[in-house]
């Protein structure tokens, strides 16, 4: 509620505040337990573990049951990851990815396929218009365990 001397939020950020509520949404929407449906209490593989894509990238992944979460860091863009097993080989994510020299903010998806307990395809795609990047554009990549 605004007070007689507050001023309403500047337009912009009220796009970018309803943004970031929405990624948040999607984020426990994928992660919370009350949405069984989307959840595959039986993956076929542990993908816990640190995984290299072809450039040499590495993700950590962390898998809890059907729950994955991840990490991924660069020279110039730091990714967080979370969601989980819609079936015994998907994994649906949403990835938070941010701009580290300016602090840019934008929300993705990934959907990992388990082809084997070493090998993920990976597609992932710009939920936003954002940081560089177009809602939409996709970026196909693959992964393979490292550890």
Not at 6 to 17: M, Q, V, W
Not at 46 to 65: H, M, R, S, Y
Not at 94 to 118: F, H, P
């Amino acid at each position: 509620m605004i007070q007689h001397d507050e001023k309403p939020p500047a337009s912009g950020d009220y796009g970018t505040r309803v943004s970031k509520a929405l990624a948040i949404l999607l984020v426990v929407a994928l992660a919370c337990p009350a949405f069984p449906a989307l959840a595959s209490p039986n993956p076929q593989f542990d993908i816990t573990g640190v995984w290299k894509n072809p450039g040499g990238a590495v993700v950590q992944l962390f898998q809890e049951k059907d729950e994955v979460h991840g990490v991924y860091v660069n020279a110039g863009w730091a990714h967080r990851m979370s969601g989980r097993f819609v079936s015994p080989t998907k994994v649906k994510l949403i990835q938070i990815r941010r701009t580290r020299s300016n602090g840019c903010e934008m929300t993705m998806t990934l959907d990992l396929t388990v082809q084997s307990g070493n090998a993920i395809s990976v597609a992932s795609s710009a939920s936003e218009t954002a940081c560089g990047l177009t809602a939409g554009q996709s970026f196909p990549d693959s992964l393979t365990r490292v550890q």
